[in-house]
């Protein structure tokens, strides 16, 4: 099955500057790769996604690169500011069992 | 808010007793999953139903837990003799047909055993 390896699980970056969490799959059918910032106590929101056939996309300060020959995938947040502190989870799917499966996590501080 | 409702928000209960979460999901998504979420790890598949057809099983949900979607709206989640180990969050979602559409997540159930 699917295996999604997250890194770092901790980020700290001062405020104004990018902050970058990478991902990587292992199912080469996996074709949608979505993106989800939980904040303390809450649900998880889906903040961005990409499919297999664009290699980035981008949505403000939010964009997300995808290399499907290296099975990597990238969230980038530039200017980061307070509010972005959160931890973010990234994940793959695809359309051959329809389940989501999650990576452990990145919990981004944001320094004032 | 985006329209998945969970209830009850938080359960305590104590070791070997059965409890039962339910989830409404937003009205016209036919689909619907479970997901578990222990601290510092990201939410783990359970199970989804399509309508009221439940299509798939992770290994993590053993027998002692069953899901129901009996008329293709709301959900319930039944755990049986509770252990320890099943203190978790656990995570409702749905989505309009399918997982590479967005998944809306629910505010959880906090269970917590004793």
């Known amino acids: 099955g699917e295996n999604v390896e997250q890194h770092p699980s901790t980020l700290s970056v001062q405020e104004g500057d990018s902050a970058v969490i990478k991902c990587t799959y292992s199912?080469?059918?996996?074709?949608?790769f979505p993106w989800y910032k939980q904040e303390l106590g809450k649900r998880p929101q889906l903040i961005i996604d990409i499919r297999s056939n664009v290699g980035e996309k981008k949505d403000q300060r939010i964009a997300v690169t995808l290399n499907k020959t290296a099975k990597h995938f990238s969230l980038h947040i530039t200017e980061t500011q307070p509010e972005d502190s959160a931890v973010y989870f990234c994940?793959?799917?695809?359309?051959?069992?329809?389940?989501?499966?999650f990576g452990k996590g990145t919990r981004l501080h944001i320094l004032p | 808010d985006t329209g998945v409702s969970q209830n009850p928000r938080h359960k305590i209960t104590k070791r070997g007793q059965n409890v039962t979460f339910r989830c409404d999901p937003i009205?016209?998504?036919?689909?619907l999953y479970w997901y578990r979420q222990t601290l510092g790890q990201g939410p783990e598949f359970l199970t989804y139903f399509q309508n009221e057809a439940q299509l798939e099983k992770s290994r993590l949900l053993s027998d002692r837990f069953s899901a129901e979607r009996p008329k293709g709206s709301f959900s319930t989640l039944e755990i049986q003799r509770t252990e320890q180990g099943d203190s978790a969050m656990y995570l409702c979602?749905?989505?309009?047909?399918?997982?590479?559409?967005?998944?809306?997540f629910g505010p959880g159930t906090r269970l917590t055993v004793l």
């Open positions: 994940a793959a799917s695809s359309d051959r069992d329809d389940k989501i499966i």
């Open positions: 979602a749905s989505s309009l047909v399918a997982a590479l559409d967005e998944q809306f």
């Open positions: 199912d080469s059918a996996s074709n949608y």
């Open positions: 009205s016209e998504h036919n689909r």
